[in-house]
């Protein structure tokens, strides 16, 4: 295992080298200037803007600012935004709040896709199970900003339930909407691949072997059928709650959430490199981490795996 590990952590290295150095350049090759942006409607003075991009090291070749870039990222130093402020200070500050938000949206994917997923594949062809494929159907169908628009209207406008924005991001009250959105689409899909898995796996001649031996059916379902009907499961949760982090763009957008995907919309929008790089960074170190840990739960979920 301890070798596997190395391995995997060995194998993280060029696919985050070759991820950061693909975002810097594709940020940093956008057209228009991120430092004359700064002075909005009006011209800026010619000899203010170049001491602005001196400053920043904007003045120098793509390839050097590359350099000087992923220098300062071995130390821990993600530049500076446009505004002044250090981008490892915006991160530190969105991030908690993005947390938050992804972990309540997964927890509410995982608990409620599985469980739907489970009664559904147990009952194939009832009325929970046909149910359950118009409705994960409908979660598909309809796209996020939309689904965000019809929950903000119905819960906040119409039966005030709840403030049309968050006023607090760090109020975990607040976001249980905004989650609610952002892990509509994947709950679906989690409920689907468990009902998928659900219904092969109970036709197995383990699960036969298991009623055979006379073991209570909570066992039979618990230990053997839904463990191995998990792996299929855990391989798309492990990578959505990176997508989960990263994709709250339109959630946050529309709930006013300041979390990563606010930051990341403004920093785009006005094409600050350094912030993108900065909040793509962190994710990218997500991604991998999720895709290390999946590759570690295969083994708890199904003995017969065995990593060398």
Same mark, same amino acid.
């Given at each position: 295992?301890?070798?596997?590990?190395?391995?995997?952590?060995?194998?993280?290295?060029?696919?985050?080298?070759?991820?950061?150095?693909?975002?810097?350049?594709?940020?940093?090759?956008?057209?228009? %200037?991120?430092?004359?942006?700064?002075?909005?409607?009006?011209?800026?003075?010619?000899?203010?803007?170049?001491?602005?991009?001196?400053?920043?090291?904007? %003045?120098?070749?793509?390839?050097?600012?590359?350099?000087? !870039?992923?220098?300062?990222?071995?130390?821990?130093?993600?530049?500076?935004?446009? %505004?002044?402020?250090?981008? *490892?200070?915006?991160?530190?500050?969105?991030?908690?709040?993005?947390?938050?938000?992804?972990?309540?949206?997964?927890?509410?994917?995982?608990?409620?896709? #599985?469980? *739907?997923?489970?009664?559904?594949?147990?009952?194939?062809?009832?009325?929970?199970?046909?149910?359950?494929?118009?409705?994960? @159907?409908?979660? *598909? /169908?309809?796209? #996020?900003? #939309?689904?965000?628009?019809? !929950?903000? =209207?119905?819960?906040?406008?119409?039966?005030?339930?709840?403030?049309?924005?968050?006023?607090?991001?760090? =109020?975990?009250?607040?976001?249980?909407?905004?989650?609610?959105?952002?892990?509509?689409?994947? @709950?679906? !899909?989690?409920?689907?691949?468990?009902?998928?898995?659900?219904?092969? =796996?109970?036709?197995?001649?383990?699960?036969?072997?298991?009623?055979?031996?006379?073991?209570?059916?909570?066992?039979?379902?618990?230990?053997?059928?839904?463990? =191995?009907?998990?792996?299929?499961?855990?391989?798309?949760?492990?990578?959505?709650?990176?997508? @989960?982090?990263?994709?709250?763009?339109?959630?946050?957008?529309?709930?006013?959430?300041?979390?990563?995907?606010?930051?990341?919309?403004?920093?785009?929008?006005?094409?600050?490199?350094?912030?993108? /790089?900065?909040?793509?960074?962190?994710?990218?170190?997500? !991604?991998?981490?999720? /895709?290390?840990?999946?590759?570690?739960?295969?083994?708890?979920?199904?003995?017969?795996?065995?990593?060398?």
């Amino acid at each position: 295992m301890g070798r596997f590990v190395a391995r995997r952590l060995l194998q993280m290295i060029p696919v985050f080298l070759g991820t950061v150095t693909l975002i810097f350049f594709m940020v940093n090759v956008l057209p228009g %200037d991120p430092a004359a942006a700064m002075w909005g409607d009006k011209a800026a003075d010619p000899a203010q803007l170049a001491a602005f991009k001196h400053a920043r090291g904007l %003045d120098q070749p793509l390839i050097q600012q590359y350099a000087d !870039y992923m220098g300062k990222l071995f130390t821990g130093d993600f530049g500076t935004a446009m %505004d002044g402020r250090k981008v *490892i200070d915006k991160i530190s500050a969105a991030m908690p709040v993005t947390i938050r938000l992804a972990l309540l949206a997964f927890g509410i994917e995982l608990l409620i896709g #599985v469980a *739907i997923g489970l009664f559904a594949g147990l009952r194939r062809g009832k009325a929970f199970d046909k149910g359950s494929l118009v409705l994960t @159907l409908l979660l *598909i /169908s309809i796209p #996020v900003p #939309v689904l965000g628009f019809i !929950y903000q =209207n119905v819960f906040a406008i119409q039966l005030k339930w709840i403030t049309p924005t968050v006023q607090d991001s760090m =109020n975990l009250g607040q976001l249980i909407l905004p989650a609610i959105v952002l892990g509509s689409l994947s @709950l679906a !899909y989690v409920a689907r691949l468990t009902r998928t898995s659900i219904v092969e =796996n109970i036709k197995s001649d383990y699960m036969r072997t298991a009623v055979a031996k006379g073991l209570p059916k909570r066992k039979v379902i618990g230990t053997h059928l839904l463990r =191995n009907s998990m792996i299929p499961v855990v391989t798309f949760l492990g990578t959505d709650l990176g997508a @989960l982090m990263g994709g709250a763009i339109v959630t946050e957008g529309i709930f006013n959430v300041k979390g990563v995907g606010f930051e990341l919309y403004h920093a785009i929008n006005l094409k600050e490199g350094a912030t993108v /790089s900065g909040f793509v960074v962190v994710l990218v170190l997500v !991604y991998l981490a999720a /895709s290390l840990l999946v590759d570690l739960l295969y083994a708890v979920l199904d003995p017969r795996i065995r990593y060398a």
